[in-house]
């Protein structure tokens, strides 16, 4: 069996090491020390650990002033409370005053499961994309989860980082490139493309692999940074194949489909299916249920792959 | 949506008219034995589920089945009576006890209970009243019910109509500022229908409260931000029914109830990782031996 990884151990334990070096990255959080894994953290650098309580606006507040005073603030609690409850905090105090805190939206999509959809955190990547001045990074495994750290230290303004609970295997391949705009292309093909994101990646490398034994060629894209994205990426798949998947685990409303939707459609049109959570309420469920049950599976790919195909509209 | 046991509500209605003879040392006693079946429920309904929130389930199980066993006014076969009272839990995350509570009284049957987190159950992690008789608003995240129970008892005294509102809030939770907007809400309006409930076992999901971010002086604080306060043990059903008398000043009401994390169980009394620690099945044998 593949390892897979729960990725809010990379980002506690890259944030630990990098904080060793530069004293003015601190860490935020509303009770959640245990549930950001900040319990290393705090151990290690006492001081620099915040905990603001259970109190998301102030959290979001006082990171933008720590960031006023010349901290680097990684801002980190459970990512629905962190996006929905702090979101005017998150657009007046960093975006908008373009201020250097690092938002860690932990545990997010349905990784909450069985607590419900006031838990799950579906609605974050549309209300973030709507934020201006606001790159989001989705890390797929511990690798980009790692990477996306380093990037957020050294990017001088405001981030959203979406660090996923449900496990995930590695999907990176080595020397992948890392940063705004850029996407990893992980398997060939011509015929479909999927981009995929987070908990949905190795998804899509499992449907490309079932694809490729019929003979159909599905280009897998994994495309961390959602904002701003990888236009011309996106652009020679809708060139070059005959049509395109998105998959994320978060609602269709506003996230990676419709991000890669209007620029397709503004650009280069093919037909294109959307996969993530309907706009509905989730019923209860462990999160491996539920994403079955939304259809996020490989399962769910290879079936909207060749209804893609089923049209005969490509080339 | 779940629909009610007519049985086990004509029970709890007996109940009810029997303890309204009853002098309140009869009614304590009665309770308890409520309080009693709801923890072993609780053990065993997350147990199951493996998942869930012991610790807050039985520091609030007394004020819960105080509240619904002998204070509102409540007919559990007409969930949307028009003038029931209003009781929100906004510690969701005890949803457990709420359901074991909701079902003695027989809002819906007991056999539900054991779905408790189970695909497709109506008894989610969190409280949904869309799905779930008896529960009157979306609970989970920390904040949201005075509010909305500000608003529910404001509705009362616009429309003059007799219902009061009873909130249950964790200690923790009223480091979100949305508890203190409508606490000045309340007061602005003198909302004597409104109850808030404060179970103040004194631990949070990481830590003690007074280490996480101090809370105290909190009775001070209630009384600056306009309620009439009330000191009570959060376990002692006699002192929560007379804690729980309408208002005497024409303000809301506040009560800080004093409790144990994980009361009842003596392994689980007063320890932080009770918060959500599932219980083994050594444990819940340990647990259900205790609970007696
Ligand atoms: C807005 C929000 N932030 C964080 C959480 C995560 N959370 C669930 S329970 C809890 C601790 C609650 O402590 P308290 O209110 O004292 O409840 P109790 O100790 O009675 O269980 C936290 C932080 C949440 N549910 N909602």
Redesign the interface.
Known sequence: MTTTYDCRQDFADELIKLAEADERIVAVCNDSVGSSNLVGFRERFPDRLINVGIAEQDLVGVGAGLANGGKIPFVSAAAPFLTGRALEQIKADAAYSNTHVVLCGQSPGMAYGELGPTHHSIEDLSWMRAVANLPVVVPADPEQTRAAVRWAIENPGPSFIRIPRFKVPAVTPDGAPFGPGRSNQLTDGDDVTVIAIGTLVSRALEAAERLRAEGIGLRVINMPFVDPFDVGAVLAAARETGGIITAEEATVSGGLGAAVASLVAAEHPVRMRILGIPNVFAPTGSAGFLLEHFGLTADGIVAAARELLGHGLHR | MLVADPPLAAEYQDLRRRLAGADIAEKATELAKISLAVRRSVVEMIAS?K?GHIGGDFSVTDILVTCFAGVLNLDPTRPDWADRDRFVLSK??CAASLYSTLAFCGFFPRAELTTF??????????P?RVKVPGVET??????HGFPVATGAALAAKLGGQPWRTVVVLGD??M???SNWEAAMTASHYELANLTAIVDRNRL????R?ED??ALEPLGDKWRSFGFELREVDGHDHAALLQALEPSTTGKPVAIVAHTIKGKGVSFMEDRVEWHHKVPSPEQVRLALEELV
């Open positions: 589920a998942l969701g995350h987190m189970a695909p497709l159950s109506a008894l989610n992690g969190h949904n979306n609970s989970g995240p920390l904040g923790g939770e480091q979100e500022g949070q999901q990481g830590a409260t996480t971010k």
